[in-house]
């Protein structure tokens, strides 16, 4: 049996503030082990995994994250709407 993957729950939140902004956000946190959106913003997509409070990233998301990281892509973490405007340069 596959247990439906945790929504953080600032996620919502993030996501609205990500669109307000004029990004388009697509949603991945069921697909297990990887980020939670991809974020669409002038012309670049950004890998961003949410946690809330002091979350730590799972063995799969690390792994998901050196692997990014080693071909040279940005696996981003944020914990709140100011992070999240931060990554995509907002």
Do not use: S
């Not at 990887?34 to 946690?51: P, T």
């Amino acid at each position: 049996m596959r247990y439906a993957a945790r929504v953080d729950k600032n996620q919502k939140e993030i996501v609205e503030a990500l669109r307000k902004a004029g990004a388009h956000v697509i949603h991945l946190h069921q697909l297990k082990n990887l980020f939670d959106i991809l974020v669409a913003y002038k012309g670049n997509f950004y890998a961003i995994e949410i946690k809330d409070g002091n979350g730590k990233l799972t063995k799969g998301e690390l792994k998901c994250k050196e692997e990014l990281e080693h071909v040279n892509c940005t696996y981003n973490i944020a914990y709140n709407v100011e992070d999240a405007l931060n990554i995509i340069g907002v």
